[in-house]
Nanobody, 112 residues
């Protein structure tokens, strides 16, 4: 069974950093784009960052550009999201998606 599992969420003060991981199991995802989304309470899920299959191209939402970095390690079937200079408005459940498979989400809370 193909699964994605996110980890690395937590509570952090504004200005702090977190690194999210998305580990894939039950299949090989090295040929698929990896994407991070987030959903804040009462808001729609929004796209945050994406990385192509090789890692050679990355894309970011304007709201996180310059603060977040997406990367991947195809040997480990994993996609990462390094989040720096976190703001309270970054508080959300973060989801990864590789191909058509979604993870279950990990909570990120940024206190002011």
């Amino acid at each position: 069974q193909v699964q994605l599992e996110e980890s690395g969420g937590g509570l952090v003060q504004a200005g702090g950093s977190l690194r999210l991981s998305c580990a894939a199991s039950g299949g090989t995802f090295s040929r698929y784009t990896g994407v991070w989304f987030r959903q804040a309470p009462g808001k729609e899920r929004e796209w945050v960052a994406a990385i192509n299959w090789s890692g050679g191209s990355t894309y970011y939402a304007d709201s996180v550009k310059g603060r977040f970095t997406i990367s991947r390690d195809n040997a480990k079937n994993a996609v990462y999201l390094q989040m720096n200079s976190l703001k309270p408005e970054d508080t959300a459940v973060y989801y990864c998606k590789i191909g058509q498979i979604w993870g279950q989400g990990t909570q990120v809370t940024v206190s002011s």
